[in-house]
Structure formats: structure tokens, C-alpha cells
């Protein structure tokens, strides 16, 4: 999972990748850091899926921009189109099944 930096464009980003899934998080949030790593567990297996944290404390205008209000959250955007987003407590076994339907 790529740390998402003041450097980075995250609209260019969105567009130069078929999907991506982007994780907001606080480094007060042990859900986060849970969810972080099982993403990146799972990026292990599927590297050709770009996955990328906003940190909230460091990128909160970006959030506010996305109208992300609270962590975790995870967005996940395919061909440049957001086709999920869950805040909050959810399913993240059930967001990476619905991402990798289209890969098969």
C-alpha cells in the first residue's frame, strides 16, 4: 500500500489506474491499521490492483474535498468511476471480492 503524500495528484492517480482502493485512516484507528494490513496482505497476492492511504491527520482537505467524515474508510474506484465506499464498520473481505469479480 503506497503512503499517499502531499507530492501525489489523487485525481491523476484515480484516472491512470482500471481500479484502485484507497483507505482513509488515522493513526489512532486500530481498525485502520487492521484493515491497512489485511489490504496489504491482500495486495500481495493482487499487485496489479494499485492500493494507496490517505492519512487524515496529513490530507484532511483532500478528505473533506470526498466528503470522507469519518475512519475507516475505503473507496474503491473503477476505471475512474467510484464504485464503493464504506465508512465506519463494514465488511472488507466483501469490498475485495466485489474488486476482484471484474479481474476474472
Excluded at 11 to 38: L, V, W
Aim: charged share 25%.
Amino acid at each position: 500500500m503506497i503512503n499517499f503524500t502531499k507530492k501525489h495528484n489523487l485525481d491523476e492517480i484515480i484516472s491512470n489506474n482500471s481500479i484502485i482502493i484507497i483507505q482513509y485512516g488515522t493513526s489512532t484507528c486500530m481498525p485502520c491499521h487492521a484493515i491497512k494490513n489485511r489490504i496489504d496482505i491482500w495486495n500481495k497476492d493482487n499487485s496489479d490492483i494499485a492500493t494507496y492511504y490517505i492519512s487524515l491527520e496529513e490530507n484532511m482537505n483532500i478528505a473533506a474535498q470526498r466528503g470522507i467524515l469519518s475512519a475507516p474508510t475505503v473507496e474503491v474506484y473503477i476505471e475512474g468511476k467510484l464504485s464503493i465506499q464504506k465508512s465506519g464498520y463494514f465488511s472488507l473481505d466483501e469490498i475485495l471480492d466485489k474488486v476482484e469479480k471484474p479481474m476474472r
